[in-house]
Nanobody, 124 residues
Framework: QVQLVESGGGLVQVGGSLRLSCATSGRTFSSYALGWFRQAPGKEREFVAALSRLGEITYYADSVKGRFTISRDSAENTVYLQMNSLKPEDTAVYYC?????????????????WGQGTQVTVSS
């Protein structure tokens, strides 16, 4: 069983930055690739960013490309999402998720383990 625990959300002004963390259990990185999704009120949960299983390739939604950076620290079993130049439309609950090797990076249904989410609110 994989456990994912997000932290780092909060309230920030437009143009500000936040770094989200996702602490993972045990040997998650050896079997799963990690990603971030977000869900705004009244909207579908959408893909934000992901890593390949080995962590050498990054993937981003067009809406966050150039502003967000996903990374991982294998020694700490933690995945990060650095968010810069935040906009009001980035306001959402952000979820960390894990998918098995060979699955579709962008497909929400491929992610089999999910964290509880952390709220990010960007005020204008």
């Amino acid at each position: 069983q994989v456990q994912l625990v997000e932290s780092g959300g909060g309230l920030v002004q437009v143009g500000g930055s936040l770094r989200l963390s996702c602490a993972t259990s045990g040997r998650t990185f050896s079997s799963y690739a990690l990603g971030w999704f977000r869900q705004a009120p009244g909207k579908e949960r959408e893909f934000v960013a992901a890593l390949s299983r080995l962590g050498e390739i990054t993937y981003y939604a067009d809406s966050v490309k150039g502003r967000f950076t996903i990374s991982r620290d294998s020694a700490e079993n933690t995945v990060y999402l650095q968010m810069n130049s935040l906009k009001p439309e980035d306001t959402a609950v952000y979820y960390c998720a894990a998918r098995p090797r060979g699955s579709d990076v962008y497909a929400r249904a491929e992610y089999v383990f999910w964290g509880q989410g952390t709220q990010v609110t960007v005020s204008s």
